[in-house]
């Protein structure tokens, strides 16, 4: 199983809702990411979890809190959005973290728009 | 900052024609990689080439590293519509992060 799955694909919320986004990945990698994507640009890094601890966060508002309640799963709760969060919020993982990491294999993403 | 910088940021071109893109980056690396995104979905990993390495091949892929130059050049041979996709780099150094790359369109 090389997939990466992300739940929901679509999201609509009020800038008071609170929501989670999803990420499983069943191939014992142990180094999941989250990026954010807006149009036409490349993907930002948000977090980075390696053995379930969260070894990057690239000065992400506190209204984003990552959680790795697994090797297998990634959860982004979202409290309090902004208009301007609004992306493709894409999720992927790879075999390790480090120096001379390996490919990342991504999710579909879900595409989050914040009213 | 930018990692990867690919360049051009855009690039038509018809069914059949070669696309070249070209990446740049600043440090030292251990392996850069190509990845591929149509719009609006996940990225899919296209090729890996380890910093010894010069040239690497994959199906109709062609990736070459200059780590004198600090960059790398991706060409895709016998284009087809279904590559119409952006094009992206990304190095192990600097945390993966992706540069902002290519934007390649194929007319049929």
């Known amino acids: 199983d090389t997939e990466v799955t992300q739940t929901p694909k679509h999201l609509v919320m009020g800038m008071t809702n609170k929501k989670s986004l999803k990420c499983e990945q069943h191939?014992?990698?142990?180094?999941m990411y989250w990026y954010k994507q807006k149009a036409k640009k490349p993907p930002e890094l948000m977090f980075v979890?390696?053995?379930?601890?969260l070894s990057i966060n690239e000065s992400v508002p506190s209204r984003f809190s990552p959680e790795c309640p697994n090797s297998s799963l990634l959860n982004l709760h979202l409290h309090a959005l902004q208009p301007e969060d609004s992306a493709l919020y894409l999720c992927?993982?790879?075999?390790?973290w480090g120096a001379g990491q390996e490919t990342q294999y991504f999710g579909p993403g879900t595409r989050l728009l914040v009213l | 900052s930018q990692q990867g910088e690919e360049d051009p940021q855009a690039l038509s071109i018809q069914e059949g024609e070669n696309a070249t893109m070209n990446c740049s980056y600043k440090?030292?690396?251990?392996?850069l990689q190509w990845y591929r995104q149509n719009s609006g979905r996940g990225l899919v990993h296209l090729i890996l080439?380890?910093?010894?390495?010069r040239e690497k091949h994959s199906g109709r892929l062609r990736v070459t590293l200059d780590t004198s130059k600090k960059s790398s050049s991706l060409l895709i041979t016998a284009s087809r519509a279904a590559d119409t996709a952006s094009y992206f780099c990304?190095?192990?150094?600097?945390?993966?992060?992706f540069g902002a790359g290519t934007r390649l369109t194929v007319k049929p």
């Open positions: 992927a993982s790879s075999p390790k």
């Open positions: 440090t030292s690396i251990n392996n």
């Open positions: 080439i380890r910093s010894n390495e």
């Open positions: 990304a190095t192990d150094a600097d945390d993966m992060r």
């Open positions: 191939m014992g990698h142990r180094a």
């Open positions: 979890y390696s053995y379930e601890k």
